[in-house]
């Protein structure tokens, strides 16, 4: 699965894959050195370097904050509508799995919580198991 074309993607669009890809490692509480090196080239290779390191920070810490106040419901609702189409959420779920596995270790934590995302952006459960499982074993 490939990135759209990133002309083709607009602000709202692409601060929410960075969200999804920054919630998904930040699931079980760390963010390893391997998480934050695929991420923060996940992100580089996505946005061709558009976005600067101080807005990639600002998003993050958007975030931290948000989780703290809302919850999790609340910001997978806000990324569901912000990736309006379904190629768009599979996308996103996708470099979310990525960055999971980036480490080697799928901790129950980042499980659950891929799996509360394909939920929340009406990807189905089994599709959300198997791309976790093979990337998983890549």
Do not use: Y
């Amino acid at each position: 699965m490939s990135p759209p074309p990133l002309k083709k993607l607009d602000e709202p669009n692409l601060e929410a894959l960075i969200e999804l890809m920054f919630l998904a490692a930040f699931a079980d509480g760390e963010f390893s050195q391997e998480e934050k090196l695929h991420f923060v080239r996940s992100v580089e290779s996505l946005t061709d370097r558009r976005i600067p390191q101080s807005t990639m920070d600002e998003l993050i810490h958007g975030v931290i904050e948000r989780l703290q106040k809302e919850g999790r419901p609340a910001l997978l609702a806000s990324l569901k509508e912000r990736l309006a189409s379904p190629p768009a959420r599979k996308v996103a779920f996708s470099l979310a799995v990525q960055v999971v596995v980036a480490d080697g270790v799928v901790r129950t934590s980042e499980r659950d919580l891929l799996l509360e995302v394909a939920a929340a952006l009406d990807i189905d459960q089994t599709e959300a198991v198997d791309l976790l499982r093979k990337l998983a074993a890549s």
